[in-house]
Structure formats: structure tokens, C-alpha cells
């Protein structure tokens, strides 16, 4: 099985969403790192890459216009996210434990990656 995300600089968002599908697919995934339309095209899943959000088809983009939707509390889902609502419960097997990895973990990672504030800066700390 083949997963292709963009090259260049790594986020957290796609190195977390990497992370994520390979403890679902295992060994035999392979991550291609690439803008390249063929190959993206061609692959089996595609995360932060391709312009498009459609889990069906497991292609799980935010940067197309409009992005990929927000959830309740307005955090925008980033490729992390979205991978995560996908198959995150698969993985734990358990609801709440993938709730509370959503909650503490793919949350802040997708709000950082579109810009989105979660927590003021401390007054007096450098930034």
C-alpha cells in the first residue's frame, strides 16, 4: 500500500498523520514524500497533499478552498486530524481513549498548523 504526503519542510500534522497510518496499515505501508500530480494520483491514501478531502477514497487534504471543515469548538482539522478521525478509534479500540487523543493531541496540533490560537502567550515570557 502506498501513502503519498508533500516534500519540503515536515509539520507535525503530517509527520503525525504518517504516524497514525502506519499504525494502522503497519510495515507494509510505503510513504512517498512528493508534489508530483502522477503519483499522488496513483496512491493508495494521501495525506496533506492533493487538494482534496474525501475520506471514501482516502484522501485527506486541508488546503483546498474552504479547507476540510472545523470541528464543534472551531479548531480546523489539518491533515493529522483528519487522518485521526478516520481510523483513530480503529487503532485504540476504544471511543474515549480516541476521543482524548483528539482532545489532547490532534486538536493542537491541526490549531497550529492552520494558525488557529489555542492559548494566549504568558505575559512577560519571550516568544
Keep these: 500500500m502506498r501513502a503519498v504526503t508533500h516534500n519540503g519542510r515536515c509539520h507535525a500534522d503530517d509527520v503525525f ?3 497514525t497510518l ?3 496499515f503497519g510495515d507494509g505501508l510505503e510513504i512517498t514524500r512528493t ?3 502522477a503519483t499522488i494520483a ?3 491514501i494521501v495525506f496533506d497533499v492533493g487538494h482534496a478531502h474525501a475520506p471514501a477514497e482516502r484522501r485527506f487534504d486541508h488546503h ?3 479547507g476540510a471543515g472545523a470541528r464543534e469548538n472551531g479548531i480546523p482539522y489539518a491533515a493529522f486530524g483528519l487522518v485521526w478521525k478516520e481510523f483513530g478509534e480503529d487503532i485504540c479500540g476504544d471511543a474515549a481513549v480516541a476521543a482524548e487523543v483528539e482532545e489532547r493531541l490532534a486538536q493542537p496540533i491541526d490549531a ?3 494558525g488557529f490560537l489555542i492559548a ?3 505575559e512577560g515570557m519571550p516568544s
Aim: charged letters at 30%.
Design 17 to 19: 498523520a504518517a504516524a
Design 22 to 24: 502506519l499504525l494502522k
Design 35 to 37: 508534489r508530483d500530480e
Design 42 to 44: 496513483a496512491a493508495d
Design 64 to 66: 483546498q478552498p474552504g
Design 112 to 114: 497550529a498548523d492552520n
Design 120 to 122: 494566549q502567550p504568558i
